[in-house]
């Protein structure tokens, strides 16, 4: 049955590669929520710390893969909110 958790991990782990090639490609960020990436982001690094403590490679490799293809898509929503917030103070 551990082939049921790698298969898994591969599956909700690359889940995530489409966004974060669209959001390189296009830049685009404006529909996604901030909170949402945040708390996203803090999660899968807090599992990819417990899948280490306990020694289980699918649940520490799935979530570091996740964590890194979330965590670009984050630092381009932060990047683009600071943009957004500095417009705004110029108007």
């Given at each position: 049955m551990?082939?049921?958790?790698?298969v898994a991990a591969f599956l909700t782990t690359f889940s995530f590669l489409?966004?974060?090639?669209?959001?390189?490609?296009?830049?685009?960020?404006?529909?996604?929520s901030l909170l949402t990436y945040c708390m996203?982001?803090?999660?899968?690094?807090?599992?990819?710390?417990?899948?280490?403590?306990?020694?289980?490679?699918?649940?520490?490799?799935?979530?570091i893969v996740t964590t890194l293809l979330a965590g670009v898509i984050l630092s381009f929503k932060v990047m683009d909110t600071i943009k957004e917030n500095k417009k705004k103070s110029h108007r």
């Open positions: 551990i082939w049921l958790s790698y489409p966004q974060a090639i669209k959001t390189i490609k296009t830049r685009d960020t404006i529909d996604l996203f982001v803090i999660g899968t690094f807090t599992w990819t710390l417990y899948g280490l403590a306990i020694h289980e490679t699918a649940l520490f490799l799935a979530n």
